[in-house]
C-alpha cells in the first residue's frame, strides 16, 4: 500500500522508465489549490475557463508538476483526504478516546462542510474515480485514494478510542452530510425533515 504522507507520481523518465517521484512543497500547494476544483465537477471537466478560474494556477504550471490530468486530479482528491484528517487530528491531540474528542471532530467537520465544503465534494469525487479507473486497468489510483481513506478512517477511529460502532457512525453521519452538500440540501435539513 502506498503512504499518502509520501505523495508521489508515476513518471517516465528520459530513459523511458517509469519512476516515482516525490511532490515539492510547490507542487503540494498548487494540489491543494486544485480543491477549488471540486465545485467545478469531473476530470473531464477540470479544464474549463470557469473551473481553472477557481484555482489560481495555470495549466503548463500543473504539467510541470505531474504528468497528466489524472494525476492532478487524484493528488487534488488525496491532499483532500490529507487536509480533513488533518482538520479532525489537531482538535483532538491529548483527548482521545473521550466525549471531548467526539465533540471537537464533529465542529472540526461543521466548520469544514461551512467554509470548505470543496474538499469534502473533492473527497465524493475520489472515491467515484476508482471504480472507473480499476475499469481501464488504473490500480495506482485506487491504490492512492484507499490509502488517503484508510488514513482518515485510523486517526478517527484512534481519536474515538478505537469504538467502531462510534468511528462508523462519526463518518456514516459525515457521509451523509457530505451527500446533503453535494445536492444543495442544508445540512440541518435531515433534523427538520425538508
Request: glycine content about 8%.
Amino acid at each position: 500500500m502506498i503512504d499518502v504522507a509520501w505523495l508521489g507520481v508515476r513518471r517516465r523518465s528520459a530513459g523511458g522508465r517509469e519512476e516515482w517521484r516525490r511532490l515539492d512543497a510547490e507542487a503540494d500547494r498548487a494540489a491543494r489549490r486544485l480543491r477549488r476544483l471540486a465545485q467545478g465537477g469531473s476530470e473531464r471537466r477540470l479544464w474549463r475557463p470557469t473551473a481553472m478560474s477557481r484555482a489560481p494556477v495555470c495549466q503548463p504550471y500543473l504539467f510541470g508538476l505531474l504528468p497528466d490530468k489524472k494525476a492532478i486530479f487524484v493528488a487534488a482528491a488525496v491532499r483532500s483526504m490529507e487536509d480533513t484528517r488533518l482538520a479532525f487530528e489537531r482538535p483532538t491531540d491529548g483527548v482521545e478516546g473521550s466525549e471531548q474528542a467526539l465533540g471537537a471532530m464533529e465542529d472540526a467537520y461543521a466548520q469544514l462542510i461551512s467554509a470548505l465544503p470543496e474538499t469534502l465534494l473533492m473527497q465524493m469525487q475520489g472515491y467515484a474515480v476508482v471504480a472507473a479507473a480499476e475499469a481501464k486497468d488504473d490500480d495506482q489510483t485506487g491504490e492512492l485514494v484507499r490509502a488517503g481513506w484508510m488514513r482518515l478512517w485510523e486517526t478517527v477511529h484512534l481519536s474515538l478510542g478505537a469504538d467502531v460502532h462510534e468511528s462508523a457512525s462519526f463518518f456514516a453521519c459525515g457521509m451523509l452530510g457530505n451527500t446533503l452538500t453535494a445536492i444543495g440540501l442544508p445540512s440541518d435539513c435531515r433534523q427538520t425533515g425538508a
